[in-house]
Every structure is written in C-alpha cells, then in structure tokens.
C-alpha cells in the first residue's frame, strides 16, 4: 500500500483467461489499482468499480482525493480498472503484437471487448469480494460495458452509473456514425464560431500540407487528413481551446514549428492506444460486417471533403488510411481489414434480460455529447428496467471529469431516492 494525498493505494494484478471460453488455455495480466480515503482504509466498505472510456484508455491514475474520486471515496472502496490490452494489463500497442500474422492478431483482438472485460471483472469481483456484488461507474464506453455487465451477469452488480455512455443497443456502426457526422460539423461551426481567424489558419496549414512534405517527430508524414483529426478533441468542455492553443504556435517563419509537430504527433499518434483507433469493432453484434462504416458515411456529407471551406475537423471516426500512414496503427492494418469484413459477431446486449433488469442504474446524459448519441441513449434508457436518466448540457462528454463530485453525486442520489 502507498499513500498519496487523503488515499490509500493498493495494486492488484490478476492472471485471467485471454479467451474466456476456454480457461485452461494462454493467460494475461489485467491490473487494477484499489483507492480508499486514508482515514478509511481498514473498513469494510461497498465496492465501485470505476470502467474507463475509449474503447483503449487505461484507468485513472491519480494524484489526490479530488473530483468524483474524492466523493465515491467518502462511501466506497474503489477500483480503478484498467482494462484487458491497456495500461499495465497485458497491453495491446505496436510494439506487443509485433510479428503477428493478420489472421492471428485479428482472432487476438476479438478477445478485448466488452463481453471480455465484463468476464475479467466477475473474476476479480470473485477474488476480492468474496462473491458480494459490487457496484460499477462506466464513463462513455465504460456505460457500453455497463450494459454489457447488465445482460452478462447482472448478479454481479448492486447498483451501476453511467455518464454519456448508454450505448444504442441495435444500433449498427453505419447508423452510429451517420449520426456522428451532423453533431460534428455543428461542433465546428462553434468553433469557427468562436475562433473565426482559425478558418483561415486552418486552410493555410491545409494548403502547405498538400504541397509540402511534413514530417512529425516519428516520421510520419503531416497530411492534411490526419490534421482534421485534431477534432476528436472537440466534444470536450476544454477542446476547442487544446485545438486553438495548438494552432496559435503552428508557425515559425515560413515552416511548421517543431512544438506544433509534437503536439500534432502526440494527439493524432495513437501510441499507447490502438485499440480506440480500432473501436468500429464494439458496433459488432450478429451477422452485420462493420465494414469501415465510418469511412462509408462520410460520403454523406460533403461539407467534410477536403476542399471544403471551412475546412472541418472529424471527430471520433476511423479511417482505414490511418492504418496505413500513422506509425503505431500500422501493425493492426491487415487485421483492422478483417475485423472489419467479419460477421460472426457474439451479442454483446440481451435486450430481454435488459428490459427486466433490477438493478438501479442512473445514467447522465449530455444533450450535445458529440461521441455518444443523446437521442439513442434515451431510447436504451426506455428499454432498460429500473433506469433513471438525467438529461443535462451543463456539462460536454467530460462531465464527469469537469464536474466531479457533483455529477457523479446526483447520480448516487438518484439510486438512493434522494433525489
């Protein structure tokens, strides 16, 4: 146990299945860090379970007992989990799947979504609480696995909150990324709205890119495609300054300054999480092929082909092309082709267990969320037993982070009756 300031830590890292349908085969490392309040730390305290966004993003790591970590603290034992192929469990990135066959990586990375991170969970849940069930926050695609949980194991689970992550239950990628595009154009007529000198700064950077060979710090070339991607950053409440700080300094003299190739690299890169580059795969369920859905609805609206003006930014999409020219991507190209051509998908949402579902479950949901669909979320809401839905556009897609202890606490009081 280490202590940092008002919480007490404690690291676990359990061996699981890499295939959970056969438990005596080849095994992984997933992590977990367990945080109580210091003061707290000998008692035996209820269980939440913190399931991180992405798909890809490790578990928080943190610095203090503040935010919505201070408050579940006041009342729980937490675990910070860091899902199957992140952070310190069994990592998925470049560097681990090197030299493996197309076909191999692909069967590979079918074993690190949600069904398999909910199966990892009952088997740590099984080990530390004895077999009690435990209580579970799903942010964004954390609220996808929440519901994964629900028609898994609903045993498993006391009561589950979700910020800006109800996922559609049937809907396909093709339909989840046709809604994408509209909320992400009118994200970019906020920001050009707000900085109206970036429509100009962003077309001369576009203009140079075409014409001139960019190379960012790893050697990836700067095309004007991967610089549109800087909007994935746009349905956060801190976006579209990150964006327009980053733009500010691109210049020095007639050249691209190195701080800005960085900060491109580093927000673009996909270093330490190819597994959200590679996320069409948790629209996956039946016979449907995802088929590079986000690729294919883009010809749907023209206002985001590159000769455009105002040049747009894209959003949370995945393209094939950045499996070819983004240095930690290329690995996963030939086996992001078939996970996109597969259609033998496992369900990953039962939607008659869900319908009867028992536990609370109180979910926020951010009216102008840009990555997960207001209007789906409240359809699943409608769908889903014993469900209490907060609609608010006080907060973007990051409320939880932003918001900290009072978003995270009005849903405890939702579950509790208090409010």
Same mark, same amino acid.
């Given at each position: 146990?280490?202590?940092?300031? $008002?919480?007490?830590?404690?690291?676990? !890292?359990?061996?699981?299945?890499?295939?959970?349908?056969?438990?005596?085969?080849?095994?992984?490392?997933? /992590?977990?860090?367990?945080?109580?309040?210091?003061?707290?730390?000998?008692?035996?305290?209820?269980?939440?379970?913190?399931?991180?966004?992405?798909?890809?993003?490790?578990?928080?790591?943190?610095?203090?007992?503040?935010?919505?970590?201070?408050?579940?603290?006041?009342?729980?034992?937490?675990?910070?989990?860091?899902?199957? %192929?992140?952070?310190?469990?069994?990592?998925?990135?470049?560097? !681990?799947?090197?030299?493996?066959?197309?076909?191999?990586?692909?069967?590979?990375?079918?074993?690190?979504?949600?069904?398999?991170?909910?199966?990892?969970?009952?088997?740590?849940?099984?080990?530390?609480?004895?077999?009690?069930?435990?209580?579970?926050?799903?942010?964004?695609?954390?609220? &996808?696995?929440?519901?994964?949980?629900?028609?898994?194991?609903?045993?498993?689970?006391?009561?589950?909150?979700?910020? %800006?992550?109800?996922?559609?239950?049937?809907?396909?990628? @093709?339909?989840?990324?046709?809604?994408?595009?509209?909320?992400?154009?009118?994200?970019?007529?906020?920001?050009?709205?707000?900085?109206?000198?970036?429509?100009?700064?962003?077309?001369?950077?576009?203009?140079?890119?075409?014409?001139?060979?960019?190379?960012?710090?790893?050697?990836?070339?700067?095309?004007?495609?991967?610089?549109?991607?800087?909007?994935?950053?746009?349905?956060?409440?801190?976006?579209?300054?990150?964006?327009?700080?980053?733009?500010?300094?691109?210049?020095?003299?007639?050249?691209?300054?190195?701080? /800005?190739? *960085?900060?491109?690299?580093?927000?673009? %890169?996909?270093?330490?999480?190819?597994? *959200?580059?590679?996320?069409? &795969?948790?629209?996956?369920?039946?016979?449907?092929?995802?088929?590079?859905?986000?690729?294919?609805?883009?010809?749907?609206?023209?206002?985001?082909?590159?000769?455009?003006?105002? +040049?747009?930014?894209? %959003? @949370?999409?995945?393209?094939?092309?950045? &499996?070819?020219?983004?240095?930690?991507? !290329?690995?996963?190209?030939?086996?992001?082709?078939?996970?996109?051509?597969?259609?033998?998908?496992?369900?990953?949402?039962?939607?008659?267990? +869900?319908?009867?579902?028992?536990?609370?479950?109180?979910?926020?949901?951010? &009216?102008?969320?840009? *990555?997960?669909?207001?209007?789906?979320?409240?359809?699943?809401?409608?769908?889903? $037993?014993?469900?209490?839905?907060?609609?608010?556009?006080?907060?973007?897609?990051?409320?939880?982070?932003? $918001?900290? @202890?009072?978003? +995270?606490?009005?849903?405890?009081?939702?579950?509790?009756?208090?409010?």
């Amino acid at each position: 146990m280490i202590k940092i300031p $008002g919480l007490a830590i404690t690291d676990h !890292t359990f061996a699981m299945p890499l295939d959970h349908t056969d438990p005596q085969g080849p095994t992984i490392d997933v /992590f977990a860090r367990e945080a109580c309040a210091v003061d707290k730390a000998g008692q035996d305290l209820p269980w939440l379970v913190y399931l991180q966004g992405g798909p890809g993003g490790k578990g928080p790591r943190p610095e203090s007992a503040s935010g919505w970590l201070g408050h579940a603290v006041k009342t729980h034992r937490v675990l910070l989990l860091d899902q199957r %192929g992140t952070g310190r469990s069994t990592p998925v990135t470049a560097q !681990t799947v090197r030299g493996m066959e197309p076909a191999a990586l692909a069967r590979y990375l079918r074993l690190f979504r949600a069904d398999s991170i909910v199966a990892d969970a009952e088997l740590i849940r099984a080990r530390l609480t004895g077999g009690a069930p435990w209580e579970t926050l799903g942010q964004s695609y954390g609220g &996808f696995i929440t519901l994964t949980y629900l028609s898994q194991a609903p045993q498993g689970l006391r009561a589950c909150y979700v910020t %800006g992550g109800l996922p559609g239950l049937t809907a396909t990628a @093709e339909e989840t990324y046709a809604r994408t595009y509209p909320r992400v154009a009118a994200k970019n007529a906020e920001y050009y709205r707000r900085y109206p000198q970036d429509v100009a700064a962003v077309r001369a950077i576009a203009d140079h890119l075409d014409s001139t060979d960019v190379r960012l710090p790893d050697g990836d070339r700067l095309t004007t495609r991967r610089l549109r991607t800087l909007g994935q950053a746009f349905g956060m409440s801190d976006g579209y300054e990150r964006v327009h700080w980053m733009l500010e300094d691109a210049w020095r003299g007639g050249e691209l300054s190195d701080a /800005f190739r *960085y900060q491109v690299m580093a927000a673009t %890169g996909f270093i330490d999480n190819p597994i *959200y580059a590679l996320q069409e &795969f948790i629209y996956g369920q039946g016979a449907a092929a995802t088929g590079w859905a986000a690729h294919r609805a883009m010809a749907a609206y023209p206002q985001f082909a590159e000769d455009a003006d105002p +040049l747009l930014f894209t %959003g @949370e999409m995945m393209y094939p092309w950045m &499996f070819r020219e983004i240095a930690a991507l !290329t690995p996963f190209a030939a086996a992001a082709d078939l996970l996109a051509e597969a259609a033998d998908w496992p369900h990953l949402y039962d939607p008659a267990r +869900l319908a009867a579902n028992d536990v609370p479950l109180a979910a926020a949901v951010y &009216f102008d969320d840009m *990555y997960v669909d207001a209007d789906l979320q409240v359809q699943t809401a409608r769908s889903v $037993g014993n469900t209490r839905v907060w609609v608010t556009n006080e907060y973007e897609h990051n409320g939880l982070r932003a $918001g900290g @202890e009072h978003v +995270l606490g009005r849903l405890m009081d939702m579950v509790a009756g208090r409010c």
